[in-house]
């Protein structure tokens, strides 16, 4: 491997985070194209449908003569099958570029290695696995859905500095408020960022929420409720038809996860209360968890979920607002 293989991979991951909010249900994917040090094309995947990046590398390149002594780097594995567009592997092949180099190769099922061995039967020079950790967390809800058959699951909550997600209360009586404006405004960011968004009865019953992305610019999650004997009334704003929802009858965590692997969704965030969050974690069904920690304490109440097998990745200070990270590591 290369010191100028790991410059230019680096440039595709770059690239590739460009395509955030329109390659869905896509992964990001980044190309560059490189002749003799120097590069000559680049490309991200814009938007599910559209080109590949490796398309938008290729033809951003004005002087296609060099092509054929050129290195294309690509973050995920080139597809080697008809979709929505035609196989890159076909493109890169057809111009007779000699060098590849691949970040990761890909779950899923269509390409899983093929478009490696297709590429290296035309007799294409192919490097896989350079900065290969940073190019399958890049897409590690991608990875998620095509492995284990289930979205990405993060876990997010607010809690009093002395551990309590609540006071206890009754329907109609006004929740806690942990958040400032900021951090408030970065849960509505991180909504947008999920395709479904989770809530427990208890939840809807007694704090009614919208679960939309009113304070952030960003599509809406599908909303998902359980409610097992219908006790959900139609006034609550999960029944108002604004957005779509799910409404669960049964509370089996596996079958409401096979139900959204059926559906495509690639993403939960789940915003429920203490019991169907530490249901989760007991099941060790969950990859990422958001944790607000108010600088103030409730003396009592509804005690907080507890993690287990965490790993802290980040910690941040949002005006006394202690907003964490930590990622599921069995």
């Not at 985070?17 to 120097?38: F, H, I, L, Q």
């Not at 890159?88 to 290695?113: H, M, Q, W």
């Not at 206890?168 to 408020?177: I, S, V």
Request: glycine fraction near 8%; include cysteine.
């Amino acid at each position: 491997m290369l010191e100028d293989d790991i410059k230019f991979m680096r440039r595709c991951i770059q690239l590739a985070k460009c395509g955030e909010a329109g390659a869905a249900p896509n992964p990001m994917v980044g190309a560059v194209v490189v002749c003799d040090g120097r590069i000559i094309g680049e490309g991200f995947h814009r938007r599910c449908g559209g080109p590949h990046a490796e398309v938008n590398a290729i033809e951003s390149v004005k002087e296609k003569h060099l092509l054929c002594r050129s290195t294309i780097y690509v973050s995920l594995e080139p597809c080697s099958h008809y979709g929505k567009t035609p196989p890159c592997t076909e493109l890169i092949i057809r111009n007779r570029i000699p060098r590849v180099v691949v970040g990761c190769s890909d779950p899923f099922a269509k390409v899983n290695g093929q478009g490696i061995k297709r590429l290296q039967d035309a007799g294409c020079e192919v490097l896989v696995g350079v900065l290969e950790e940073e190019c399958q967390n890049l897409n590690r809800r991608f990875f998620t859905f095509h492995k284990e058959h289930r979205p990405w699951i993060t876990l997010k909550w607010a809690q009093s500095k002395d551990g309590f997600i609540d006071r206890l209360r009754k329907a109609g009586e006004e929740p806690t408020q942990f958040s400032n404006a900021l951090t408030q405004t970065l849960v509505h960011r991180l909504r947008a960022r999920n395709q479904a968004i989770l809530v427990g009865t208890k939840t809807a019953l007694l704090d009614n929420p919208t679960l939309t992305t009113r304070l952030w610019s960003g599509p809406n999650p599908l909303r998902l409720t359980i409610d097992r004997h219908n006790i959900l009334p139609p006034t609550l704003h999960l029944k108002d038809g604004s957005s779509p929802t799910v409404i669960y009858t049964h509370e089996s965590l596996r079958e409401i996860l096979d139900d959204l692997y059926n559906r495509g969704i690639q993403s939960l965030l789940v915003e429920g209360g203490a019991k169907l969050l530490q249901r989760f974690i007991d099941e060790g069904l969950w990859d990422e968890a958001r944790i607000e920690t108010a600088p103030f304490c409730l003396e009592g109440g509804i005690a907080a979920p507890t993690l287990q097998d965490e790993h802290l990745m980040s910690k941040h200070n949002f005006g006394g607002q202690i907003v964490q990270y930590y990622l599921h590591k069995p």
